[in-house]
């Protein structure tokens, strides 16, 4: 199975500052990657797919690059609002992995 | 508009089987796939299994093969998961999530969640 490696693990930043979270896939796996934002308490929500793609409906401030093995998220000015944890996830096929998480603090 | 609503809380013993519901509103159940993911307190997201909602196929992570069972009924546009033999480590918020596309896909939508506790 391809292993979905993210890091840092959590991460403190200020608010205004950029924020860079990364992914690695064990074996290619093209573009089908998505990032999810999960905040405490609640269920995750999707903010971006096939790598670079952002959902309706989300903030410009996020987005997404890579392809192949290596993929970034970032935040371009992190918000109050941001503080939450973030998930790689691969999908093109069985099974669906996910990072580890990283969890977003603000200092 | 799309909503995924899941049955309520379960408290379960050790060895015991449970199954949680996910009932599709705003869409027809078979025209996206469902997966199944759960989250243990305080720890990351975990893929449990696949289901076609067409034909019924499903594929589930290596981790609870012979464990889990993940069916639907299009009748009443809801997917559901049976995990048996449970034991504490099962204790977990279980998530239903559409699948942006007819197979293999990113989550587009997801059920609330479903606290299974096991215990004794």
């Known amino acids: 199975d391809i292993q979905m490696t993210q890091s840092p693990s959590s991460l403190s930043a200020s608010v205004g500052d950029r924020v860079t979270i990364t992914c690695r896939a064990s074996?290619?796996?093209?573009?089908?990657l998505a990032w999810y934002q999960q905040k405490p308490g609640k269920v995750p929500k999707l903010l971006i797919y096939a790598a670079s793609t952002l959902q309706s409906g989300v903030p410009s401030r996020f987005s997404g690059s890579g392809s192949g093995t290596d993929f970034t998220f970032t935040i371009s000015s992190l918000q109050p609002e941001d503080v939450a944890t973030y998930f790689c996830q691969k999908y093109n096929s069985a099974p669906a992995t996910f990072g580890q998480g990283t969890k977003v603090e603000i200092k | 508009q799309v909503q995924l609503v899941q049955s309520g809380a379960e408290v379960k013993k050790p060895g015991a089987s449970v199954k949680v519901s996910c009932k599709a509103s705003g869409y027809t159940l078979r025209t996206y796939a469902m997966d199944w993911v759960r989250q243990a307190p305080g720890q990351g997201l975990e893929w449990v299994g696949w289901l076609n909602t067409g034909n019924g196929n499903t594929e589930y992570s290596q981790k609870f093969q012979g464990r889990v069972n993940i069916t639907r009924d299009t009748s009443a546009n809801t997917a559901y998961m049976e995990l048996s033999s449970l034991r504490s480590e099962d204790t977990a918020v279980y998530y239903c999530?559409?699948?942006?596309?007819?197979?293999?896909?990113?989550?587009?939508?997801w059920g609330q969640g479903t606290l299974v506790t096991v215990s004794s």
């Open positions: 074996q290619g796996i093209n573009n089908y």
């Open positions: 999530a559409r699948v942006r596309a007819y197979s293999f896909g990113y989550f587009d939508s």
